[in-house]
């Protein structure tokens, strides 16, 4: 065991690290079991003192004395001899003059053999000779390199002077990978063995890699290779004989409950085999088996478990049965994952799902206006989906009109039925009047307020109720009394928790559709895509323990492209994403600029800044349990982000505004220019008391009337007045200030031509969500996003990052925060550390300081404001 083993703690009274401990613990058990595995013969003690140095060291690696003795040779030397000992490992026998070579032969053809199957009973042969590193089609067979034995060799222009010892070297370093060549090692001069047919199927495997991997060279058929590839698989046939069984467009969606029937079979290549074909190849009781004229590897104990299924059938819920047939494969208990086709009725859907019709003019109906050819695209795909009883997510980007297209299906569908739309509160009204202006004869009713129905009854046919998640959780009693058309989630990421009561609800409704709208259907994690796909379409994606093992942890943790794809095909026929830069959509929209600007710190800022770090890194620190110690993170996280906004908001003094804040200043200046040149601007913060300070600074600084601020304590209507006097008036106030939380989402502010993200999200999916509110379908300018970062800060290196991760937003990208919890504290220390490079003089202030103060002097020792688990 290693010392690091016995947990004692280290002399600054702290605990050893898991992961030290665990390492230390694997490099033991290493060093232990290779010393234990010596052979007797290579024990360095009973040789001579003269031996060369590099076998020193290798004897002492694997001996009892891990000391190796002085190092009496030039460190080249050194390292020309540790690399020639470790290539038979590490593969490096390409830099010696020769390789082995092994190249596997299978038995000659038998002319008296009759009819098309039998086992490979005859010896394999395998050769065996020498191969240039640099050109391995350039080989010396054995025979030739004993007859001219203790002569040297030439071979691709390079001489081997001991030819036979490199022969013996190779063959008894590939060995110990492939055991068959220890009775080569028997002969004198070995040109060959013959192998069993085990031992021909085991170099055809996982073996040859291996030996590929340690320089040898081996050399097989090409017919070989693809038996390798060519095996007994057991496929499982989908499809119903009673097309009646794939009922659609039944009350609640398409019918989970019907049964379709799924018929097993075994596979070869491409060919279906026949239960007779199968017993006779598995009666022969060989690995590898001769079958139409093509060599087949049979792994037995797979063939045992196709024995069993192989002819059987079962009957599968028509969901788990449309998930099996679009990704390839179904889950088979006792067996795993058995590749899957689609037959019958259940093909049938599957091409009608993958259709691609372009819309007609009867396709789309109700509609005052002209939709573009990709949202016509849009809605064609939306009620072909609709039809068939199943939901869908449309996650088009920001912008593209995704509200549009949803008002399209409602208007297409028979009027049976009222249909729902739940969203965020700020967009309630959003949702009125965008109806209000393209489908003017739809009725809408708004199930918001006091006085909102109080029964299902008042939700007549053909009308659009409207509602936010907040009361879909409170009133979902009544809300799931509805037998409703189409239900239609609007910035379906609230779901996106599947234990979170909104997401429950949404499941809980009845409807013939569910319809999720998102620009950003996965912010984070697979989960969140579970969830929304699981709301529109229940149990297509499986149970989320099943999605988990399935697709998340072997995406998400191991990149495995392979569940990767499986899950796309899975998903493609039910997600619709367009990109603004997606040839079919970039021509609709105008140009979008993007800025980071730069900002300095005051002297006052800076302080603060370093005294809050040291504070945080101090004597307790951050340590504590994981959850205290995410704690303590966050509040720093946060703490330096209001230091970096205005010393006002991390001190909540009364101090003035003007002349502190190097990020106020810059933000100042921008907002006046777009005032001077009557435009109109968005400013996101993410703080509500920034927001505060921003408007009462805003007003008397570039001596408007009023700026607005849109948060989450503004009522319904407040809101909705305050976007239809943006959108509308022409004498209304030209800045806006949104809360991203409350208004970050769902929005037309297609009036701004400017956008500033005055502190950020450090998550690029939800700062694009907030741009799109300017930058989207209505908008006839170019749109110029302002980016505020504090330079020499934890902004500055969390930009960078973030603008290398913007190219993956619809991707696992960190939430908020919350990934920087993860970073030991070394990692954070050098994330949050201050660089005094960039310090802002007052006279560089165009807001200038008040009184006189110079803003270098405004504090000697900061005022902390405590952080959990430090000290004041």
């Not at 620009?519 to 796909?533: D, K, M």
Request: charge should be negative; include cysteine; hydrophobic fraction near 40%.
């Amino acid at each position: 065991m290693p010392v690091a083993a016995h947990a004692l703690r280290l002399p600054t009274g702290e605990p050893w690290s898991a992961q030290d401990l665990v390492l230390a613990f694997l490099d033991a058990v290493a060093d232990a079991c290779a010393r234990e595995g010596r052979r007797p013969e290579l024990d360095p003690r009973r040789r001579g003192p003269r031996r060369p140095w590099a076998q020193m060291w290798a004897d002492a690696l694997r001996g009892t004395d891990p000391t190796v003795g002085h190092l009496r040779v030039a460190p080249e030397d050194v390292v020309e001899d540790v690399e020639e000992w470790a290539a038979p490992v590490l593969g490096a026998a390409r830099h010696t003059a020769a390789r082995l070579w092994l190249a596997l032969e299978p038995p000659r053809e038998d002319a008296e053999v009759s009819g098309e199957l039998r086992a490979a009973g005859l010896p394999w042969h395998l050769a065996i000779g020498l191969a240039a590193p640099s050109d391995p089609g350039q080989r010396l067979d054995a025979a030739r390199v004993w007859q001219r034995a203790g002569r040297t060799l030439t071979l691709a222009g390079r001489r081997i002077d001991d030819p036979e010892a490199t022969l013996i070297r190779g063959l008894s370093a590939a060995a110990r990978l492939f055991p068959a060549l220890d009775r080569a090692l028997e002969e004198r001069a070995p040109t060959g063995l013959e192998l069993a047919p085990e031992e021909a199927a085991a170099l055809l495997g996982d073996t040859r890699d291996a030996l590929a991997a340690a320089g040898v060279v081996v050399t097989v058929p090409g017919e070989l290779v693809e038996a390798s590839t060519r095996r007994l698989r057991l496929r499982v046939r989908i499809g119903s004989t009673a097309p009646a069984a794939l009922r659609t467009g039944v009350e609640d969606g398409l019918s989970a409950t019907s049964l379709t029937d799924l018929r097993y079979e075994v596979a070869l290549g491409d060919d279906t085999l026949t239960e007779e074909e199968f017993t006779r190849i598995v009666g022969l009781q060989a690995p590898l088996v001769r079958w139409r004229g093509r060599w087949v590897h049979v792994d037995h104990s797979e063939a045992s478990a196709i024995t069993a299924l192989a002819g059987g059938s079962a009957s599968l819920e028509l969901t788990e049965a449309l998930a099996a047939a679009l990704s390839g494969q179904l889950q088979v208990r006792d067996v795993g994952p058995v590749e899957a086709v689609a037959d019958g009725a259940l093909l049938d859907l599957l091409e009608r799902l993958r259709r691609s019709d372009a819309p007609t003019a009867a396709d789309i109906v109700g509609i005052d206006g002209q939709l573009r050819p990709y949202q016509e695209r849009g809605v064609a795909w939306l009620q072909r989906l609709s039809e068939l009883g199943m939901g869908g997510v449309l996650a088009d980007q920001m912008g593209l009109g995704k509200t549009l297209q949803a008002i399209a299906l409602f208007t297409s569908r028979e009027q049976d039925r009222p249909h729902l739309v739940v969203c965020p509160t700020s967009v309630v009204g959003n949702w009125e009047r965008e109806i209000a202006r393209f489908a003017p004869d739809l009725p809408v009713i708004r199930h918001h307020g006091a006085d909102r129905p109080v029964t299902a009854r008042a939700f007549r046919p053909g009308s659009v109720v409207v509602t936010s998640y907040a009361l879909l959780r409170r009133d979902i009693g009544r809300l799931e009394d509805a037998l409703w058309d189409v239900v239609v989630l609007d910035e379906a990421q609230q779901i996106k928790n599947p234990g979170s009561k909104g997401a429950q609800a949404a499941r809980s409704l009845r409807a013939r559709t569910r319809i999720a709208m998102t620009g950003t259907p996965l912010e984070n994690r697979l989960s969140e895509l579970w969830s929304i796909i699981d709301v529109t379409n229940p149990r297509l994606l499986g149970s989320q323990r099943a999605f988990n093992e399935r697709f998340a942890v072997p995406i998400e943790r191991w990149h495995d492209e392979e569940a990767a794809a499986r899950l796309r095909r899975l998903i493609a026929p039910f997600v619709l994403r367009r990109r603004k830069d997606d040839p079919e959509v970039a021509v609709d929209l105008p140009p979008k600029q993007e800025i980071t600007v730069s900002c300095s710190l005051t002297r006052e800022q800076a302080a603060l800044y370093q005294a809050t770090v040291e504070q945080a890194f101090g004597a307790d620190g951050l340590g504590g349990t994981a959850f205290e110690r995410r704690g303590r993170i966050l509040a720093l996280l946060t703490a330096l982000k209001q230091i970096c906004n205005h010393p006002r908001q991390y001190l909540r003094d009364d101090g003035a505004l003007p002349g502190r804040s190097g990020k106020l200043a810059r933000a100042t200046e921008i907002l006046a220019e777009v005032v001077d040149a009557d435009e109109r601007a968005l400013v996101f913060t993410q703080f509500r008391e920034m927001g505060d300070l921003l408007q009462h600074h805003l007003v008397e600084r570039l001596q408007l009337p009023e700026v607005p601020f849109l948060h989450g304590g503004v009522p319904l209507g407040g809101r909705d007045d305050m976007v239809h006097r943006f959108q509308t008036d022409d004498d209304a106030p030209p800045i806006l200030l949104v809360s991203l939380r409350a208004g970050g989402t769902g929005l037309n502010l297609t009036r701004a031509s400017h956008v500033l993200h005055f502190d950020r999200w450090w998550n690029p999916a939800v700062e694009d969500q907030a741009t799109d509110r300017a930058h989207r379908i209505g908008q006839t300018e170019t749109v110029t996003v302002h980016r505020l970062v504090t330079a020499g800060t934890l902004e500055e290196r969390i930009a960078e990052l973030l603008e290398r991760k913007r190219a993956l937003a619809d991707a696992v990208v960190g939430s908020g925060e919350a990934w920087v919890t993860e970073l030991d504290d070394e990692e954070l220390r050098e994330l949050v550390s201050l660089s005094t490079d960039h310090l802002a003089d007052s006279d560089e202030l165009d807001d200038g300081p008040q009184d006189g103060d110079d803003a270098a002097t405004v504090i000697g020792r900061p005022r902390l404001v405590a952080l959990p688990g430090g000290a004041s």
